[in-house]
Structure formats: structure tokens, C-alpha cells
Nanobody, 116 residues
Framework: QVQLVESGGGLVQPGGSLRLSCAAS????????MSWYRQAPGKERELVAR????????NYAGSVKGRFTISRDNAKKTVYLQMNSLKPEDTAVYYC?????????WGQGTQVTVSS
């Protein structure tokens, strides 16, 4: 069955870095655009970054541009989110999403907490 499994979350101090991974299985990963979303307590889920099928095109939310980098390895069926210069407002549950036309899959999320 389809699975998206996020990992790499945790507690980090402001200014620190984390690298999230999302391992995919059960579908043809290389044909899906991949995205990272996040949801903070009491807030709506928001798009953080998106990467096209071959990784040529990327898009970022304004709040993370220049600090976060999305990448993918189609051979490993994995998408990554490198997060640098983390701020307390980056605290949220981070989810990866796969989409291709009407097909959309979500992971279960990984908690990222930025606090001193």
C-alpha cells in the first residue's frame, strides 16, 4: 500500500538546523511532485516547499525562502527538507505530500520544535 514516512524531526535551538526525510513506497515516486507542509497548533496547514518530478522546479513559502531547501532522490524514493537558521515560529508538525493529477498522498507527520 501507499506509504509516506517522515523522519528527522525533533527539538532544536533557535539558529540550528534539521534535515527532514520522507521515504515513499507503494507508488511510482518519480512521477509525483512532492511537497512539504506544516501545521502549527491552532493554525491551518500551510505549504512550505514543493519540488517538481525531476527536481528542476522548486517553490518556497516566503517565510522559509533562503533558509530551507527541498530536494529529492528518485532512486531512493525520498524527498528531503534541509532547514537552516531555524526560528521558534518554525515549530510545527511537518508533513510530506505526493501529488499527481487527482492522486494525493500524505504522510503522518513529524514534529519540529524550535526552542531554547
Amino acid at each position: 500500500q501507499v506509504q509516506l514516512v517522515e523522519s528527522g524531526g525533533g527539538l532544536v535551538q533557535p539558529g540550528g538546523s534539521l534535515r527532514l526525510s520522507c521515504a515513499a513506497s507503494g507508488f511510482t515516486f518519480s512521477t509525483y511532485a512532492m511537497s512539504w507542509y506544516r501545521q502549527a497548533p491552532g493554525k491551518e496547514r500551510e505549504l512550505v516547499a514543493r519540488i517538481s518530478v525531476y527536481g528542476v522546479d522548486t517553490n518556497y513559502a516566503g517565510s522559509v525562502k533562503g533558509r530551507f531547501t527541498i530536494s529529492r532522490d528518485n532512486a531512493k524514493k525520498t524527498v528531503y527538507l534541509q532547514m537552516n537558521s531555524l526560528k521558534p515560529e518554525d515549530t510545527a508538525v511537518y508533513y510530506c505530500k505526493a501529488d499527481r493529477n487527482a492522486y494525493v498522498y500524505w504522510g503522518q507527520g513529524t514534529q519540529v520544535t524550535v526552542s531554547s
